[in-house]
């Protein structure tokens, strides 16, 4: 049997529904957890492999052509996306099933965890705006609730302000589905596409597309929406920040860069220009913002917002250099992110705080964490020969190509701070003494063996992709290429979408 | 987009435009049954709009008729009727998860002076 789409997208629903009627048999519900990650990220790379060779994989719902029917898509952009989802969702699954992490989980945690996967896979898969609001508003519903799963009181004023921006931005999505739609009366990707490159804009389309601009702009975390992030995340239990912070902006960015590939040439060049603009202030306040903070979640859920403005540049230069430095960042920096956090997990579970004034001599305690933090942390500054490095130079190269040497200068600094801001917790939490001198080298609560497991194994399996994907970094950016240059030519996915008339 | 000759059109765009206004205005009040109150009210207009965007104009049902082969002329366009039920029913559930979520961020923290490190100076 040949997987199309739609099985990869049943999948998590399906252990969503297994997990949730094993609510009372914990060992049970983890075990199938587990095991459906590990056959999502299987089946994403069967998918990825048959795609790669620049065919699409595309089924149209309930046999109806395409523009009227809701297609599902699968091409080079959507298959790495599945394929980092399910590398992601299998990691923070394996973190979630240590000892520590099980105690603070609720009940229907893992239930809501795929939920969220299925959310996620849609969104990457879907060829039709409106239903990708819906696999908007599956992904967020899911994404609210697992983010008050512990219940502190602390939590609830960031998640108050991380549903009231996302629900006003879904409403900005149907602003613009209802505008577009008068437009241009189709909400296909590939149809929109086809018409938005034959016809001029009206006032409503182009209304309506500026709408769904705002609304994945601010999904993405991009300036000026963008405080409900790091009001959110670090009170959040940390598997579920790494997992937010690794797929839920990304999916904002993901539909930009679709938005922008169906568009293609018909892109207005004042919105490009803006895109450049909104995108260099995102990264000078995220990474600012970061300087000033003393905490370590707070830190990295600063550098999460200006990392996005590097992903972001690319898209404003809509050439094929700068879309495959956008697809390559974005690989990169998914993994990179849900690391950091998870070590930043590991370092709560030592001393109980993550507040950088209160702790100190991780160094002294762990060799191997120092080098677990070094890894991704290097990687997110740009050090060689990591994946960071390589991911800012290929924007660095995309701004020299387009002759934006604001950009550029913009770009080196903000990479500057971001240097600044690892040093520092390096500084603070490796290096320095320990502010409570007394427990030196002892653990605040012993950890068990299997607890080191569980948690260094997550870390050590995303350290590991860091330096594949840095080492390896001439088939990863060839790959990368290829998908700028289909990103490029979307009158082959219109063509594609459009003729095909039933799942092959 | 317009019946010639009547205000439709306008009183819808009206409407539309009254329903976003009080909307917005009562969801940045500082008020938690004002914001959800608000958040209601968007989701009319959100969803009014996207209504209308099939066309506001009187039309027959789009159903083939027994014998024909084709739809015939000046029938409704059923798929933002279709859209429209869709965002009712995520709006409505997005909005009592909104409730139950304000009532339990009330009860929690009733009596406690807010964010404890929120980047202020302790």
């Keep these: ?504 | 987009m317009n019946i010639p000759g009547t205000p439709l059109g306008f009183v819808f765009a009206m409407t539309v435009g009254f329903l976003f206004a009080s909307g917005l205005w009562l969801m940045l009040r500082r008020n938690r049954v004002k914001l959800v109150v608000g958040f209601g009210l968007l989701g009319h207009a959100v969803n009014l709009l996207v209504f209308s965007s099939g066309g506001l104009v009187p039309t027959n049902a789009p159903l083939i008729a027994s014998g024909a082969e084709t739809l015939a002329a000046h029938t409704a366009d059923p798929l933002p009727q279709a859209l429209v039920l869709t965002a009712i029913v995520i709006g409505f559930g997005a909005q009592v998860f909104l409730l139950v979520l304000l009532r339990a961020a009330t009860l929690a923290t009733a009596g406690s002076a807010g964010d404890p490190d929120d980047g202020s100076p302790e």
């Excluded at chain 1, 904002?252 to 603009?277: D, M, Q, S």
């Excluded at chain 1, 063996?449 to 594949?468: D, H, N, P, V």
């Design chain 1, 1 to 504: 049997m040949m997987l199309t789409p739609s099985h990869l997208l049943l999948w998590p629903f399906t252990i969503a529904l297994f997990c949730l009627a094993l609510g009372r048999r914990p060992f049970l519900q983890r075990a199938v957890s587990l095991a459906g990650s590990l056959v999502a990220l299987i089946a994403a790379v069967l998918v990825f492999w048959r795609v790669d060779d620049g065919a699409f994989l595309i089924e149209q719902m309930g046999s109806w052509p395409a523009p009227f029917g809701i297609s599902l898509v699968i091409d080079r952009l959507s298959a790495v996306m599945l394929v980092i989802t399910g590398f992601v969702s299998l990691v923070v699954n394996l973190f979630c099933q240590s000892p520590e992490q099980r105690r603070t989980q609720g009940r229907d945690f893992h239930a809501l965890f795929h939920l969220l996967l299925a959310g996620v896979t849609g969104a990457f898969m879907t060829g039709d705006f409106f239903n990708l609001f819906v696999f908007f508003e599956i992904l967020l519903l899911s994404s609210f609730v697992l983010m008050i799963q512990e219940r502190r009181p602390e939590q609830f004023d960031g998640t108050v302000k991380y549903v009231l921006l996302n629900l006003v931005a879904s409403m900005a999505f149907l602003v613009g589905l209802g505008l577009i739609y008068n437009g241009i009366g189709t909400l296909n990707m590939a149809d929109v596409g086809r018409l938005l490159r034959s016809s001029n804009w009206s006032l409503s389309t182009s209304a309506g597309f500026f709408a769904l601009f705002f609304a994945f702009a601010a999904k993405a975390g991009m300036f000026p929406l963008y405080f409900w992030l790091p009001a959110s995340y670090p009170r959040s239990p940390i598997a579920t920040t790494s997992l937010f912070a690794a797929l839920l902006t990304k999916v904002g960015v993901y539909a930009l860069l679709r938005l922008n590939a169906v568009a293609g040439p018909a892109l207005p060049p004042l919105y490009l220009k803006v895109l450049i603009g909104l995108s260099l202030l995102t990264m000078l306040l995220g990474v600012l913002g970061a300087a000033s903070q003393q905490e370590i979640r707070r830190i990295l859920s600063f550098h999460i917002i200006s990392q996005i403005g590097y992903i972001t540049l690319g898209l404003g230069y809509m050439t094929e250099l700068a879309l495959a430095a956008t697809v390559f960042y974005l690989i990169h920096h998914i993994v990179v992110k849900a690391n950091l956090f998870l070590v930043a997990g590991l370092l709560d579970r030592i001393w109980g705080t993550t507040q950088l004034a209160r702790i100190g001599e991780s160094l002294k305690l762990s060799p191997i964490l120092g080098l677990a933090f070094l890894i991704p942390a290097m990687s997110l500054a740009g050090v060689p020969p990591l994946s960071g490095f390589w991911a800012k130079m290929a924007v660095l190269q995309a701004t020299l190509e387009a002759q934006d040497f604001l950009s550029l200068g913009v770009a080196l600094f903000v990479g500057l701070f971001t240097m600044y801001s690892m040093i520092k917790i390096w500084l603070e939490a490796f290096w320095k003494d320990h502010p409570n001198p007394a427990p030196t080298g002892q653990l605040l609560r012993p950890m068990s063996t299997s607890e080191k497991w569980w948690m260094g194994g997550a870390i050590a399996l995303f350290c590991a992709w860091t330096l594949a994907m840095g080492l390896g970094v001439g088939p990863a950016m060839e790959f990368a290429r290829r998908t700028g240059r289909d990103l490029m030519q979307g009158d082959r996915y219109i063509e594609n979408v459009l003729q095909a008339r039933e799942a092959r």
